[in-house]
């Protein structure tokens, strides 16, 4: 059975201060590893996909990287605005394709 | 903007009452899922269909049903609602050939069975 885990549960930055967030998963035959932003109250929203270990994706302060059995997205001097749940997620390269989500990252970056 | 809608965004109804969640897309994506979220955990996929007329259940046991005879709407429905259903209850779609591209979620709704 896939399975995704994220840690820290929660995360608590000063404006600025840059960090990292984990995504440990297991999968059969990865297909693509999905990282999303969730602000609360609404759905979460699409950031990045990744293939194969070693691919890296950025956008603005937010960069994603993938090892064969994790993921890392590292946030660059991080501001108020990027606080939201980070969620990861995996595809199988089998199957219907489900998608498994993880819990979530719960990121608050204090001015 | 919402290329992915959701109504109503928020439902407070009363035990054993039937209940459609709306979901319609602008996109023309063939996949859409229904997902149930609780605070604090995880998606859990409920419903998803393929196509017109394809509909299939996921993984978690649900007492709802959807159906699809248009592209781009979804409804998601409880025949008779109970308090276990509260929860959020989040629409989604993808294109079949971008699979890897992510999914386009709705802002959800947030539903109360009191």
Redesign the interface.
Known sequence: EDQ?TQSP?ALRLQEGESSSLNCSYTVSGL??L?W?RQDP???????F?L?SAGEEKEKERLKATLTKKESFLHITAPKPEDSATY?C?V?PGRG?????????TKLQVIP | EADIYQTPRYLVIGTGKKITLECSQTMGHDKMYWYQQDP????H?IH?SYGVNST?K??LSSESTVSRIRTEHFPLTLESARPSHTSQY???SSDLGR??????????T?LTVV
């Open positions: 995704v549960e297909r693509g999905f999303y109250g609404k759905g979460p929203e699409f950031l996909t293939y969620l997620a595809q219907y394709q489900k998608v498994t989500f993880g819990t979530g | 604090g955990m995880e998606l996929l998803y299939e996921g993984d989040l629409c989604a699979a890897n591209y992510g999914y386009t979620f709705g802002s959800g947030r």
